[in-house]
């Protein structure tokens, strides 16, 4: 999760969130080769007392900054199409989550169980115990199997709203009568957070998303414990 003072993007818990990091190193260093090279030109006709009559009229300066920018467009459009076409990508999911948004919670339904489905609420700041996060912890997170593909269908029961986790690259606007869906597989065991993305009204900072990724075999044992308690 994110901490204090933070410059990077959160590590990566899913491979398209992988895929987000390198891509956004890759933009990162041609704008820094950009800014390099105008800052260079900037200075270089600040400081010097020699001019060229021909600055105004030369076909080689024209053809340069024309093909240089749109050749440097390419070399960004294609690996963020890439990566556009990977994020839509369902494979045969394992499991399907649907969630749904309401001022000011969310509740899970796993569609492929009977009878498995809660609401998740934050848990106030006078309720939480030591080393637990104030204003993201709630009281019943989300759990998934780790290394196995999730799809999530995520829509609103009242206003817009958006179902974000940022350190497994997913957000999803849930939009009130529309059923959207995305996609995730969370490549390692732990507890990730989001908050809802859309501004959603006066409690919109208090709708916290825990998800919690576990190996198969405790994700079982969690699920019949809950259709027990059902």
């Known amino acids: 999760m994110a901490h204090p003072s933070q410059l990077g993007f959160q590590d990566a818990a ?6 987000l990091l390198h891509f956004h190193d890759h ?7 950009i800014s390099t090279l105008v800052l260079y030109i900037i200075i270089a006709m600040v400081s010097t007392k020699l001019t ?12 340069v900054w024309t093909v240089l920018p749109a050749v440097i467009l390419i070399l960004i459009a294609l690996p963020s199409l890439r990566i556009l076409y990977l ?9 399907t989550i649907k969630a749904m948004g309401h001022q000011w919670y969310w509740s899970y339904e796993y569609t492929d169980y009977e009878n498995l489905g809660f609401d998740s609420y934050m848990i106030p700041t006078q309720d939480l115990n030591p080393g637990q996060f104030r204003l993201l912890e709630t009281d019943h997170r989300m759990v998934i199997p780790m290394e196995s593909p999730i799809r999530v269908l995520v829509s609103a029961e009242d206003v817009l709203h958006s179902w974000a986790v940022p350190s497994l690259g997913v957000k999803m606007d ?9 996609a995730f597989i969370a490549s390692r065991p732990g507890v990730f957070y989001g908050q809802c993305s859309e501004i959603c009204g006066a409690n919109h900072s208090f709708m916290p998303i825990v998800v919690e990724s576990v190996p198969l075999e405790h994700f079982e044992n969690w699920s019949s414990l809950m259709l027990k308690d059902a």
Do not use: C, W
């Open 14 to 19: 899913s491979p398209v969130m992988e895929e």
């Open 27 to 33: 933009a990162l260093m041609i704008v820094f080769l």
């Open 52 to 63: 060229n009559k021909y600055i105004l009229d030369s076909q080689e300066i024209e053809i």
């Open 87 to 95: 994020m839509d990508e369902i494979n045969d999911p394992h499991l």
């Open 174 to 182: 849930a939009v009130p009568g529309r059923l959207n869906q995305t």
